[in-house]
Nanobody, 121 residues
Framework: VQLQASGGGLVQAGGSLRLSCAGS????????MGWFRQAPGKEREFVGR????????DYTDSVKGRFTISRDNAKNTVYLQMNSLKPEDTAVYYC???????????????WGRGTQVTVSS
């Protein structure tokens, strides 16, 4: 599976962005997908995940109620809708695919190149 994240940019605090993660391969729908982020000098952090078929989602506490993950398996694409953005959301955001159901990077087999999100105060 090859993944490519896009949609990052510069936004003011309180604004919104939608990230997309386009995947290749006929088995895309079978993968659980995750979003991670990494700020300068910090470890890569779990943001949220979505299951392959039943589209169950969960999120890290800091983004609950603000971020929403969805997927369109017909388009081999996963989305991260980010609302009410805060300066502390500034990071490089990565999408990843996993055959497992975990929240740490080691559970994810495939990674896309990140996309920068910068939230100004």
């Amino acid at each position: 599976v090859q993944l490519q994240a896009s949609g990052g940019g510069l936004v003011q605090a309180g604004g919104s962005l939608r990230l997309s993660c386009a995947g290749s391969g006929r088995t895309f729908s079978s993968y659980n997908m995750g979003w991670f982020r990494q700020a300068p000098g910090k470890e890569r952090e779990f943001v949220g995940r979505i299951s392959g078929i039943r589209t169950y989602t969960d999120y890290t506490d800091s983004v609950k109620g603000r971020f929403t993950i969805s997927r369109d398996n017909a388009k081999n694409t996963v989305y991260l809708q980010m609302n009410s953005l805060k300066p502390e959301d500034t990071a490089v955001y990565y999408c990843a695919a996993s055959s497992n159901w975990g929240t740490t990077p080691r559970f994810f087999d495939y990674w896309g190149r990140g996309t920068q999100v910068t939230v100004s105060s």
